[in-house]
């Protein structure tokens, strides 16, 4: 389950800046609850790609699933020893707002000979456009807990479009 995310995430609301503390200091045995759930939902892959502020995520999904994790530094992916990883990937992002990090990160992985196929996302705000973005890349779009951007500041998305899957 998703309990542990859920009430971190409770507890900052309706406040961002609170949020990005609060995702910042979450303990590596709440994200390996949510990558559980990724884990078990997710295709066959080779690579975990990390974007920053997603390592203990991303780290836990690659344990859980035996998995090369790579972590991106400066919008770099980082060289691996013995030669290059290449083969299916999941991007591991911790907060999706317009999905402009991810995209740029699809493109580099491309180039280096990696197929993206899904992305995983701790926190999505779903009033940004970044799963339409990604979705429209082709990409399948996993989220543990969707916010949405209200005029009184963060709350749970209470409207659950058909397209909007959630793995809790």
Not at 39 to 47: I, K, S, T, W
Not at 65 to 82: D, H, I, S, W
């Amino acid at each position: 389950m998703t309990l542990a995310l859920r009430t971190a995430v409770a507890a900052t609301l309706p406040s961002e800046e609170q949020l990005d503390l609060q995702l910042a200091a979450l303990p590596a045995h709440d994200w390996a609850e949510v990558a559980a759930l990724f884990a078990r939902d997710l295709p066959e892959l080779e690579v975990v790609l990390a974007l920053p502020g997603a390592g203990p995520l991303a780290h836990a999904l690659g344990e859980l699933r035996g998995l090369t994790v790579l972590e991106v530094e400066g919008g770099r992916l980082p060289q691996t020893p013995g030669g290059p990883t290449l083969g299916d990937a999941v991007v591991v992002t911790r907060d999706l707002t317009d999905g402009l990090a991810e995209l740029e990160l699809l493109l580099r992985a491309e180039a280096a000979a990696l197929r993206v196929r899904a992305v995983a996302v701790g926190v999505e705000r779903t009033s940004g456009p970044g799963r339409t973005r990604l979705e429209l890349q082709g990409l399948r779009v996993l989220s543990a807990v969707a916010l949405a951007s209200t005029p009184a500041g963060l709350k749970f998305e209470q409207r659950v479009p058909s397209r909007l899957r959630h793995v809790s």
